[in-house]
T-cell receptor, first 110, second 116 residues
Framework: EDKVVQSPLSLVVHEGDTVTLNCSYEVTNFRSLLWYKQEKKAPTFLFMLTSSGIEKKSGRLSSILDKKELFSILNITATQTGDSAIYLCAVKTSYDKVIFGPGTSLSVIP | NAGVTQTPKFQVLKTGQSMTLQCAQDMNHEYMSWYRQDPGMGLRLIHYSVGAGITDQGEVPNGYNVSRSTTEDFPLRLLSAAPSQTSVYFC???????????????FGPGTRLTVL
C-alpha cells in the first residue's frame, strides 16, 4: 500500500529559527514529490521534485529529494509568523494518483 | 478566470440523506480530483478524472460517486450520507497531470460537510 509519512506532526518555533520538515514515502511507480503550504484554506503549491540531489529554492524555503533513501526535506530559514501553516508532502505515482502525508503543523511565535 | 470553484461552502446533512458537491473549473484542465481532509490525516484522494468521460477511484472511494460529462465539471455525489463522511472536501484541477514537468494542482476553496 502506498504511503507518505511526515515528521514531526507539529512543531512550535520562535521567529528567526530554522526548521526542517521531513517526508518519507513508500509508493509504487514514483513520479514526483510535491510540497504544499496550507493556511486556513486550500493548499498552495510550493515545490515539485523529481530528481535526487537537486535543491529547489524559493526565498527562505528550500527542498531536496533523495530517491535512493525515499525521503525529502523542506527547510525554512529565518522563520516568520507568516510561515505558520500546515505543510503537506505528496507523492505522485505513474497511475495519476497523488498520495498525501498527514502534514506538519508549524507554529512560529514572535 | 474564476479558477476552481466549489459549492456549497458549508452543508449539514442528516444520516441517510443524499447530496452533490459541485466543482467547476474554467481553465480547460484535463485532470480533476476530489480529496477529503480530516484532522491529522492530510488529504485523501476520493476519485479522480484524467479527462471527460474517464473517472477512477482513489484511496477512499466508498460511499461516493463521480461523473465527468464535461471538461469543466466534476461533481461528487454522496448517495447516503454517514457521520464518517463529515469532513472538508477539496476539489483540484491540473492542466496535464500525466506529464511530470507540470504537476501543480489548483485547489478549490473547499466544502465543509457535517453529517449528523
Amino acid at each position: 500500500e502506498d504511503k507518505v509519512v511526515q515528521s514531526p506532526l507539529s512543531l512550535v518555533v520562535h521567529e528567526g529559527d530554522t526548521v526542517t520538515l521531513n517526508c518519507s514515502y513508500e509508493v509504487t511507480n514514483f513520479r514526483s514529490l510535491l510540497w504544499y503550504k496550507q493556511e486556513k484554506k486550500a493548499p498552495t503549491f510550493l515545490f515539485m521534485l523529481t530528481s535526487s540531489g537537486i535543491e529547489k529554492k524559493s526565498g527562505r524555503l528550500s527542498s531536496i529529494l533523495d530517491k535512493k533513501e525515499l525521503f525529502s526535506i523542506l527547510n525554512i530559514t529565518a522563520t516568520q509568523t507568516g510561515d505558520s501553516a500546515i505543510y503537506l508532502c505528496a507523492v505522485k505515482t505513474s497511475y495519476d494518483k497523488v498520495i498525501f502525508g498527514p502534514g506538519t503543523s508549524l507554529s512560529v511565535i514572535p | 478566470n474564476a479558477g476552481v470553484t466549489q459549492t456549497p461552502k458549508f452543508q449539514v446533512l442528516k444520516t441517510g440523506q443524499s447530496m452533490t458537491l459541485q466543482c467547476a473549473q474554467d481553465m480547460n484542465h484535463e485532470y480533476m480530483s476530489w480529496y477529503r481532509q480530516d484532522p491529522g490525516m492530510g488529504l485523501r484522494l476520493i476519485h479522480y478524472s484524467v479527462g471527460a468521460g474517464i473517472t477512477d477511484q482513489g484511496e477512499v472511494p466508498n460511499g461516493y460517486n463521480v461523473s465527468r460529462s464535461t471538461t469543466e465539471d466534476f461533481p461528487l455525489r454522496l448517495l447516503s450520507a454517514a457521520p464518517s463522511q463529515t469532513s472538508v472536501y477539496f476539489c483540484a484541477s491540473s492542466p496535464d497531470f500525466a506529464h511530470s514537468s507540470y504537476n501543480e494542482q489548483f485547489f478549490g476553496p473547499g466544502t465543509r460537510l457535517t453529517v449528523l
